[in-house]
């Protein structure tokens, strides 16, 4: 068993729609939880960044903990075409170093 | 500006050569790191260094060398590449919270 899964997808919505992406985890350790966006090509930059449980918010979007389930989410609300990348979950024990990767969902939103 | 850079972008060589990529960053950072992501986007860590000295050394072949002349640049060096070498390596650097990629190094292994 992975230490992180993440359905690869594809995902295809219509623009405006909301988007749910999610990660599981087995390491109970891991206290920082991240996404990043990765556009064809290029490097992964960071999205969201979640220290333990809750939720925070940036804009359109949401990042959902829950240590509890091992479960981690990110909404995405009024999606736009310029959303269409693929999402990588991360995590670590130590911030950010020696983040550990969900395999990435490929999303892709249609005008 | 940029803030991570690697070089080359491409890079296309035979099996059984030897290989270098380059990254430098200009954010002042003292942490670096090198990452492999296969066809199915997994991305893994390969290597860490933290001021020039190796933090981090994930199971990777010894065939796989990295060198930080100083805290701004972090080399890797592979030799007698092989097949399964076809990946795209980043580079990061790191600071409190955040991990900064390059954009990549796509190698072919022919």
């Known amino acids: 068993q992975k230490e992180v899964e993440q359905d690869p997808g594809p995902l295809s919505v219509p623009e405006g729609a909301i988007v749910s992406l999610n990660c599981t985890y087995s390491n109970s350790a891991f206290q920082y939880f991240m996404w990043y966006r990765q556009y064809s090509r290029k490097g992964p930059e960071l999205l969201m960044y979640?220290?333990?449980?809750g939720n925070k918010e940036d804009g359109r979007f949401t990042a959902q903990v829950d240590k509890s389930s091992k479960y981690i989410s990110l909404f995405i609300r009024d999606s736009q075409p310029s959303d269409s990348a693929t999402y990588l979950c991360?995590?670590?024990?130590?911030?950010?170093?020696?983040?550990?990767f969900g395999q990435g969902t490929r999303l892709t939103i249609n005008p | 500006d940029t803030a991570v850079s690697q070089t080359p972008k491409y890079l296309v060589t035979q099996m059984g050569n030897d290989k270098s990529i380059k990254c430098e960053q200009n954010?002042?950072?003292?942490?670096m790191y090198w990452y492999k992501q296969d066809s199915k986007k997994f991305l893994k860590i390969m290597f860490s260094?933290?001021?020039?000295?190796?933090?981090i050394n994930e199971t990777v072949p010894n065939r796989f060398s990295p060198k930080s002349p100083d805290k701004a640049h972090l080399n890797l060096h592979i030799n007698s590449l092989e097949l399964g070498d076809s990946a795209v390596y980043f580079c990061a650097s790191v600071t409190s919270g955040t991990q900064y990629f390059g954009p990549g190094t796509r190698l072919l292994v022919l």
């Open positions: 979640t220290y333990s449980s």
């Open positions: 260094y933290n001021n020039k000295e190796l933090i």
């Open positions: 954010l002042g950072h003292d942490t």
């Open positions: 991360a995590m670590s024990v130590e911030g950010a170093q020696k983040l550990v």
